[in-house]
Every structure is written in C-alpha cells, then in structure tokens.
C-alpha cells in the first residue's frame, strides 16, 4: 500500500520561505520518480516540478523555477520542496504524488502520476 503524507505547510508573508516534506511508506522509494503539485482555490491542479528515482534530475514549471528546489533523500524514504521567494499566487494546496509503476517515465509527463498524499496548505500572505 503506498502511502504519502505531505507535512510543512502554514503561513507566511510574501518573499518568505517554507519547507515542505512528504514522507512514504509500503513501497520502493528509492525505484520511483516523485512529484509535486498544487491546487489553488477554483483552479485546476498544477504541477510544480519531479524528482527522479536518483536525484540527479529535476523538472520545474516555469512559475517555480529559480524560486523552488525539490530533493529526495532515499535513505529516509522523503521528499523535500523548498519553497523560496514565496509571491501569494503561490497559496494552494500542495501534494506529492507518485507513479504507477518505478521508474523515471512519468518524470516530465504529469497526467503518469497515480498516488497522491493528502495534501499540506500554504498560505502566503501580501
């Protein structure tokens, strides 16, 4: 059973800093490629960036680029977004998501990703 659980989310002014984490369980971590998403109020889902299995290669959405940095550590089967120069379009719901199957397929394909955690709130305030 694989399990996400995204933590690290909270409030914080304009050019601020926030550090999310999302820790799995019940699988191969270190065989999968991993992602980030979000989820603004009345918008669609938007993919923010992913990892591969490695960490030696990472996709960023231009909205994020320069600003956000996604690391892994396999070791401790977690996740990491930094979350730099935070603008208030940047507050949604933010979620790590995982393939269906191991691999680096889905890396820069979005719609490939299968398993989604919870989701942690980030709030960034004018």
């Known amino acids: 059973q694989v399990q996400l659980v995204e933590s690290g989310g909270g409030l914080v002014q304009a050019g601020g800093s926030l550090r999310l984490s999302c820790a799995a369980s019940g699988w191969m971590f270190s065989t999968y490629a991993l992602g980030w998403f979000r989820q603004a109020p009345g918008k669609e889902r938007e993919f923010v960036g992913a990892i591969s299995r490695s960490g030696g290669t990472v996709y960023y959405s231009d909205s994020v680029k320069g600003r956000f940095t996604i690391s892994k550590d396999n070791a401790k089967n977690t996740v990491y977004l930094q979350m730099n120069s935070l603008k208030p379009e940047d507050t949604a719901v933010y979620y790590c998501?995982?393939?269906?199957?191991?691999?680096?397929?889905?890396?820069?394909?979005?719609?490939?990703?299968?398993?989604w955690g919870q989701g942690t709130q980030v709030t960034v305030s004018s």
């Open positions: 998501a995982a393939p269906r199957y191991s691999g680096d397929y889905a890396l820069n394909s979005p719609g490939l990703f299968h398993y």
